[in-house]
């Protein structure tokens, strides 16, 4: 399983990010550009120790990812405010990729059409959204509470 955040907008995110998924055992993308230096002083400060357990792949472009090894063979799954499914709905795979869209504008329609599904974290009336570290946790969370949390699950 993996985490992917599309054009990150904040440093302190990724970093949370790289934490998140080291701490669940799954693999992290960076798809670039993003809104700052990714050698920024937030994300070391967010990710402590864990970029060893969770070392973020980074791609070029969306094409890149695309075309990547870590985007062949599982189902893309992009987490959005626009979609009608929960994730609790959603019966999660080992080899899923959760992509989170930027802090500023979400995702872009050709990634919205890129995705295998569109998956939503139902929130209290009067929520816009989640912050995407917080996001992938969630998601990540559910997924392993789905397909069970083991080390053969495990990157």
Excluded: K
């Excluded at 893309?76 to 959603?90: D, K, Q």
Aim: glycine residues 8%.
């Amino acid at each position: 399983m993996r985490l992917a955040l599309y054009q990150p907008d904040m440093a302190g995110n990724v970093g949370a990010a790289i934490r998140v998924a080291a701490c669940f055992g799954a693999g992290l993308d960076i798809i670039e550009p993003c809104g700052f230096p990714l050698d920024a002083r937030d994300i070391r400060r967010a990710a402590m120790d864990y970029a060893a357990l969770a070392a973020p792949v980074r791609h070029a472009s969306w094409r890149a990812f695309c075309d990547s090894p870590e985007r062949r063979g599982g189902r893309l799954l992009l987490l959005t405010t626009r979609a009608a499914r929960p994730i609790w709905e959603f019966a999660f795979q080992p080899d899923d990729v959760i992509l989170l869209g930027r802090e500023s504008a979400g995702a872009p329609e050709a990634v919205h059409a890129a995705a295998d599904a569109r998956l939503l974290i139902p929130l209290a009336p009067g929520a816009r959204s989640l912050n995407v570290a917080v996001a992938g946790a969630v998601a990540l969370a559910e997924a392993r509470r789905q397909i069970g949390y083991n080390e053969a699950s495990m990157i």
